[in-house]
C-alpha cells in the first residue's frame, strides 16, 4: 500500500499558497469536474453575501488571504473561484466533509484520534504538508487540494493539536469563514490563544473543533458555530460526530444526517467500555468499527448517504516534548513521525 509523502511548503503567505495550488493543480480539474459539491458552490459567483465573507476574512486575517491568492495563482485558478471553494461550508449546508473524532486521557498519556471522512474520489489523491510560515510555529497537516490546510487534522510546533468535524448549520452569517479559522488556530501557540480566537472572531457557519496542547492537561471540545463559541473541557475522553450536541446547541438549526446519529451514538456506547490503560492502538479499533447495526464509524461504502468516504485515519499523542503522530490507511500505518514542541 503506498505511503503518504510530506511535502515541505515555507516562505511568505503567497509563497506557501502558490506552492499548495502547485500541488492540486494535476488533479483539481478532474476533481471539480465530478464534484456535485462545486456544481451547487459555483452558482454562489458574484453573489453579495460572498462578498460580505470575503470583507471579514480580509478584515481579520489578511495573511490567509494571501494564501489564497498564492493558491489561486498555483492553481491557475480565478482567486474567485478559490475563495468560493474555501466557503463552502457557508454557502451549502450539506457539504460533503465528515468525520468522527475521539479524545482521551490515559494515567499521563492524552491521545486525540480521528476519521477523515470526505469525497471519494480524495481517495489516494489528498496529501500531507509540512507548512512552516516565516514567524508562526508551523504545522503538519492532511491537505484536501484546493483548499486551506487546517480544518482536517493537523499538530503544530508549539504542541498543539487540532481535528475538525463537520457541523451542517441552516443559517450562515456575515463573518470570518470556518475554515479560514481553523487555519488560523494552527498559527496559535496555546489552548487558550486558540479558544480565544475562535471566541472573538465573527463566525460565518461552524465547525467542531478538538484540541490539545504539550503541557496542557486539558482536552477540549468546541462547538464553534454562528450563535455560540461552546468550550467542554474534558479529562477522560469524549468522541464527537458531525452536529453539535452541546448544551444550548437546541437553539441553533442545523442537518444532523442519519449518518452522523448513528456514529455519534455507536461512539458514545463503544468509548464507556474501554478499559484503562488505553493502548495507542485502543481508539484507533473504535475508529473502524463497522457495526452491523446502523450506518458505520468507518465509512467505505460507495453509496454512503453523503457521499463520503474515510479517506485517512490519524492517530495523535501528546507526550511531554512534542507529539507523534500517525496516519493510517485502514490498518496501515503510512504516515509516522513526531513534531517536536520547538516554538513557545
Sequence with gaps: MQEWNLFRVTGQ???????????????????????????????????????????????????????????????????????????????????PDGCTTLAAVSGNARFIAHNEDGDPYLRERCFLVDVQPAGKPGFVSFY?????????????????????????????????????????????????????????????????HTLGCVGDARLLSIEASVQRCSVVVDASRFGHANHMIHAGCENEAQIVTESSRDRQSRVDALLPTLRSPLGDDTLLRVLRDQATTGLPIFRDDPHDPDDENTLATALFRLEADGVAMQVYRREHCAFDTFIPRTAH
Excluded at 451547487?40 to 478584515?59: C, I, M, Y
Excluded at 466557503?87 to 457539504?95: K, M, Q, S, Y
Aim: hydrophobic share 45%; with cysteine.
Design 13 to 95: 503567505p503567497d509563497d506557501i499558497g502558490y506552492r499548495l495550488g502547485e500541488l492540486a493543480r494535476p488533479i483539481m480539474a478532474a476533481y471539480m469536474q465530478q464534484s456535485a459539491a462545486w456544481q451547487r458552490v459555483s452558482r454562489w459567483r458574484g453573489h453579495p453575501f460572498v462578498e460580505t465573507l470575503r470583507r471579514a476574512a480580509e478584515a481579520h486575517f489578511p495573511a490567509l488571504m494571501a494564501e489564497l491568492e498564492g493558491m489561486a495563482a498555483g492553481l491557475g485558478w480565478p482567486m474567485e473561484d478559490v475563495f468560493l471553494w474555501n466557503c463552502r461550508g457557508e454557502l451549502i449546508h450539506n457539504a
Design 144 to 208: 484536501y487540494p484546493g483548499s486551506l490546510p487546517g480544518h482536517t487534522f493537523a499538530a503544530n510546533r508549539a504542541g498543539l493539536v487540532q481535528t475538525i468535524n463537520n457541523l451542517r448549520i441552516r443559517s450562515p452569517a456575515a463573518g470570518v469563514p470556518r475554515m479560514i479559522l481553523a487555519r488560523a488556530v494552527l498559527d496559535t501557540r496555546s489552548l487558550d490563544e486558540a479558544v480565544s480566537l475562535l471566541s472573538d472572531a465573527p463566525r460565518a457557519s461552524g465547525f467542531h
